[in-house]
């Protein structure tokens, strides 16, 4: 399933963008909800990944590499994100919310069917975000 970029979102993009001198960072989580994702999710339709081992991650604002022109164009997260489990769970896809509002930002089903993981797993992500 694409990336959904949410209507909040978009408001907080556009305000970040155009007005913040100090926006917010963001924080990547795993969500582990069977949810469908449209412009009018929120957080609070998404369910926070609870396996045992499982820590979201901060994403600086110095962390976002360059932006790519293109068709899409993008700007990626400049380092991998690794999440390690040492118990059992389902994930479904992961999010990005704003670390202090708690606002979502976009969403992404990266396993629409779920995925189980287990103690020893992992799963990298590389955040990247789209516009075309």
Do not use: H
Not at 38 to 54: H, K, Q, R
């Amino acid at each position: 399933m694409p990336l959904v970029l949410v209507n909040s979102g978009e408001v907080e993009m556009l305000e970040c963008a155009l007005k913040d001198t100090s926006p917010e960072a963001l924080t990547l989580i795993l969500y582990s909800n069977n949810v469908t994702l449209t412009e009018s999710t929120v957080i609070g339709n998404l369910t926070e990944c609870a396996i045992p081992g499982y820590a979201a991650k901060s994403l600086t604002r110095a962390g976002w590499g360059s932006a790519v022109s293109g068709d899409p164009s993008y700007i990626p997260y400049g380092t991998a994100q690794t999440f390690n489990f040492t118990g059992s769970g389902t994930v479904y896809g992961y999010a990005l919310k704003g670390t202090t509002s708690g606002t979502l930002y976009w969403a992404e089903a990266i396993y629409p069917s779920g995925q189980a993981f287990n103690n020893g797993d992992s799963l990298t992500i590389t955040p990247r975000f789209e516009l075309s």
